[in-house]
């Protein structure tokens, strides 16, 4: 395949050496002469882990030519990849300036072709830069419509500088968003035969996903180094504790937990947290970002309090209480929060939750609801028909297939329901499904 790599920095001078490595004929462009020279001489412009040796096979391959001409590169190549730098502005936004210059030359040189081009954006973009500012770009330039003259797509890249040759044989799994299915075939052709899964997903989600990896991995560093300080001041072996939590790969190192929903509470997270950070002050600790936590957390019940208030109906129906699915527990249960608030600002509730029963509450539970929910028996319904009935809004927070049952069946086209948990097929509820932000 005749590929085209544009920006020959780590990403794609190391993709350049692979590419030709692996039998496709490329074109190395760069505005930067140097680097351009020392690839023709067969050494690498960037320092990296086996660079020397693979940089100094392909250059007598015959498979890699280099060039400024951006025009000359797109005309000669079946695919380009563009991997220039988009680096963060004064302010934090993202600079977009070269990338911007480069659709427009690429615009251009498309206006030229007679075959379909496939331009695949590898470069980290704020998502929404290839449908609303890229894609625009081209098609002024080309005079051809995306998915006609030319196929735009976006493919993130996952290597790491100091093992990019082996992140790029081994990735974790090959990402690519497109609208059409010819870019998609043409990287499955290029990249299929790597040792991992092959995605296809719309542009929109592979932009947000490269930030979303990226974030996950500075969060994971971020908490690491704030349980070190705390425990240093501790006298605790962070190491030691941060081993141990790793060999947990039910809860902490899994899926468990990564999925949208509602806010947590419970009897456990919310008072661990709390004397966590009580923990940090006393030992005069910063933890900044385990800190923020409970404030996220409140935002995050703060937003359903605001979608709720926004529809300016007042009979509200809740479908669960308690702080999950399957327990009666409602101790600082975000839904009981929720509901707390909803009271103050006079609005009517109902309440079914099928594992709540006033008369069987004990001790703290018992407790906790008489302080925040006095009312409580007034509210609670022995059925779910009854609260979907008499509500003209309905807060579903109980995952369950017969909920989901009841509610496709027994919803009116008048109603609106908050989904707090991802319900299935929203589409066979009669009401207007909204999530909490999804």
Known sequence: MKISIFGLGYVGAVSLACLSRDGHDVIGVDIDRTKLDLIMAGKTPVVEEGMVDLMARVATSGKVTVTTDAQRAVLDSEISLVCVGTPSAANGSQDQ???????????????EKQEPHVVVFRSTLVPGTVEDVLRPIIEAQSGKKDGEGFFLCFQPEFLR???????????????????????????????????CKFFKTSVRSAEMMKYCCNNFHALKITFANETARLCEALDVDAFEVMDLMC???????????????????GSCLPKDLRATTYLAKLHDVEIPMLAGIMPSNRNHLDLALQKLLATGKRKI???????????DDLRESPLVTLAEQ????????????????????LGANRSFIEKHLPH?????????????????????????????????????????????VSLPNRAAIRAKVEGLCW
């Open 97 to 111: 300036g070269a990338i911007l210059r480069l659709a427009e030359e690429i615009g251009r040189a498309i206006a």
């Open 161 to 195: 500088e100091g093992s990019s040759i082996r992140d790029y044989d081994k990735p974790p799994f090959t990402v690519v968003g497109a609208n059409h299915a010819y870019p998609v075939e043409r990287l499955r052709d290029l990249f299929g035969q790597l040792p």
């Open 247 to 265: 060999q947990d790969t039910h809860l902490n190192i899994s899926r468990a937990y990564l999925k949208p929903g509602f806010a947590f509470g």
């Open 317 to 327: 129906g809740f479908i669960g209480l308690s702080f999950k699915t399957g327990t």
């Open 342 to 361: 909803l009271i103050g600002k006079g609005m009517q509730l109902s309440i079914y939750d099928p594992e709540v029963r006033l008369a069987q509450l």
């Open 376 to 420: 409580i028996g007034q509210m609670l319904r022995a059925g779910m028909e009854g609260v979907i009935d008499e509500s003209e809004v309905l807060v579903v927070g109980l995952a369950d297939q017969a909920v989901f049952d009841t509610l496709a069946s027994r919803c009116r086209p008048d109603q609106v329901v908050l989904d707090l």
